[in-house]
């Protein structure tokens, strides 16, 4: 039995996290295959000492969907974020990461109203978030779930920067 559950990041969990996290990102964005600056950038930002330290500081921070007890996905909430775009504290939904084998089985899409829910209960109306110009299937999946489009930034890495698209949802 595929039994699917969500919830809050255990501290037991964080190298399966980390894994997760290093796995998703590398099928999203290693379009050049694994560059130095690709691996320094995944090993320090998806380390397991990273993750620890997210799960202690909020564990209400990442939110985990799991089958059968293993992680195959993760959506992380930064509440203390300011809109690039606008200048105003919005709380961001940094990640929202799901293996590529559980695409399609709305995974993704409850952990996002998971993620809202929770930015619901912590006083917040509104969420932003950040997606790679390129990364279509992201984009509209997000267009999908309400978000809208209020501009872009670039996301640095070391010596280059990326375009990322800032969407956001006004929360009901």
């Keep these: 039995m595929n039994e699917i559950s969500f919830g809050k990041a255990k501290l037991s969990d964080a190298l399966r996290i980390s894994v ?3 796995t998703v990102y590398i099928q999203t964005y290693a379009i050049d295959g694994i560059t130095f600056e ?5 090993t320090h930002r998806f380390s397991t000492e990273n993750i620890e330290n997210i799960i202690k500081e909020n ?3 990442l939110i985990i969907a799991y089958q059968n007890g293993n992680p195959i996905g993760a959506a992380e909430i ?4 300011t809109c690039p ?4 504290h919005v ?3 940094s990640k929202l990461y799901v293996l590529e084998r559980f695409y399609g089985k709305g995974i993704g899409y409850k952990l996002i109203n998971e993620a809202e829910k ?3 209960q912590n006083g917040f109306t509104e969420l932003n978030l950040e ?3 390129n990364n279509d299937r992201a984009i509209t999946f997000y267009e999908r779930q309400g978000y809208v489009s209020i501009g872009n930034v670039d996301f640095p890495m070391e010596s280059n920067t990326y375009e990322n698209l800032v969407m956001n949802k006004v929360l009901n």
């Design 20 to 22: 997760l996290l290093k």
């Design 38 to 42: 690709f691996s320094n950038f995944i």
């Design 59 to 61: 564990p209400s921070r």
């Design 78 to 81: 930064i509440y203390d974020s």
């Design 85 to 88: 775009i606008r200048k105003t």
């Design 91 to 93: 709380p961001e939904l």
């Design 118 to 120: 929770e930015v619901r």
């Design 131 to 133: 997606v790679y110009i």
